[in-house]
């Protein structure tokens, strides 16, 4: 850079930089903070990281989430905190351990986790903000104060599968009552029957491709958030019953280290869009959200506990997170791999059992005939 250019930025007001810095996502905001330190000192305005996280995720608009966010340290730590995607390369690391045949033999501690430390975590204290786009629009924004069913230390919350279905519980939103839906507006492609979606599939690669998800978690006790989806769908179908279900999952892999035998888990995110309108000539295709839930589930695909699950998302606020999408993307194939030839060994060990039982018994048979004759 000349130095006429630079002599040029330094007549330029302060006033004229932020209205530049304004104007810039957080990733370019955070990059402009490193260019000089002028740039450095006016990024640090919360007010900018303010419009940075309203643009991304509309949920921070609210009054009462504005306020969460000020009490956890501001809206510069929470773009921080939940932009980066949670990352766990830790998964190469579990091993199948014999105990994991045998669950009977598993310690209390095992199973039901560290009964102490649960004692410090509230389900008041966690926050849900989510908020799904379509195309870059936003088509639902809800937030869940707390963990439903989960109060007092001795409910059967602690014991039962955890699940969190966000459509029954958000019942503080103002629009909470009404129905979120896709239609072509929105830029769907329209559809004139299920038949032919089922040859072509136009209407279920839009859908794949165009949904975003952001499902944070916030903890107002120790001030940490973190987005447990992964942005883009990592996989999903048709729901079969009926053709018109169309099933889209997000999720991450978080670790449970000293938690659970299995030392890591997966968190799966639902989104179920249901077809309620495409029959008839001229009649525009319509999908209607009937679900978007929340559930843990160890590397067998059995769903972890509530008591564990209070544990394990404390963890993940702490976690390791990278900017890098693919390499999230990386760490959940990764965390797929291993489970699907986890599940492979179970197969073999249990076909070898099988194997054996059935010679024993020809063995015994023919011995008894044997001894008979």
Request: hydrophobic share 40%; net charge negative.
């Amino acid at each position: 850079m000349s130095m006429v250019a630079i002599e040029s930025m330094a007549s330029l007001s302060t006033d004229v930089f932020y209205d530049i810095l304004r104007r810039l996502d957080g990733p370019s905001l955070a990059a402009a903070a490193c260019a000089c330190a002028t740039f450095c000192s006016i990024s640090r305005e919360e007010r900018l990281w303010e419009n940075v996280c309203s643009s991304m995720w509309p949920s921070t608009n609210r009054e009462d989430v504005k306020s969460l966010i000020s009490l956890i340290g501001g809206f510069r730590k929470f773009y921080a905190d939940c932009f980066p995607l949670i990352v766990n390369k830790e998964v190469t690391e579990y091993q199948w351990n014999g105990y994991l045949e045998n669950p009977e033999e598993w310690t209390e501690a095992e199973y039901y986790g560290d009964t102490v430390e649960l004692e410090s975590i509230s389900p008041l204290d966690f926050v849900s903000i989510v908020d799904i786009r379509y195309k870059d629009k936003t088509i639902c924004s809800k937030v869940l104060w707390g963990i439903p069913n989960a109060n007092g230390s001795n409910s059967w919350f602690h014991n039962c599968p955890f699940r969190i279905d966000l459509l029954n519980y958000a019942a503080r939103d103002d629009d909470s009552e009404s129905e979120v839906t896709l239609s072509v507006s929105d830029g769907l492609p329209p559809i004139t029957s299920m038949e032919k979606e089922r040859k072509d599939g136009k209407l279920w690669k839009e859908l794949r491709d165009g949904l975003r998800l952001s499902w944070i978690v916030v903890n107002r006790k120790v001030k940490q958030a973190a987005n447990l989806a992964s942005w883009s769908p990592l996989g999903g179908q048709r729901h079969w019953p009926t053709d018109k279900d169309f099933v889209i999952r997000f999720g991450s892999v978080l670790p449970a280290k000293d938690i659970l035998p299995c030392q890591v888990v997966e968190c799966i995110l639902i989104m179920k869009f249901r077809v309620v309108n495409t029959e008839g000539e001229g009649v525009e295709t319509t999908l209607k959200l009937t679900e978007l839930s929340m559930q843990l589930e160890d590397m067998e695909g059995a769903h972890v506990n509530g008591r564990n699950s209070l544990l394990i998302l404390k963890e993940a606020l702490s976690c390791r997170r990278s900017k890098n999408y693919s390499e999230v993307l990386e760490s959940c194939h990764l965390y797929s791999k291993v489970q699907s030839e986890l599940k492979e060994e179970k197969m073999r060990n249990e076909s070898r059992i099988d194997r054996l039982c059935i010679l024993s018994g020809i063995a015994a048979f023919v011995t008894f005939w044997y001894y008979i004759l």
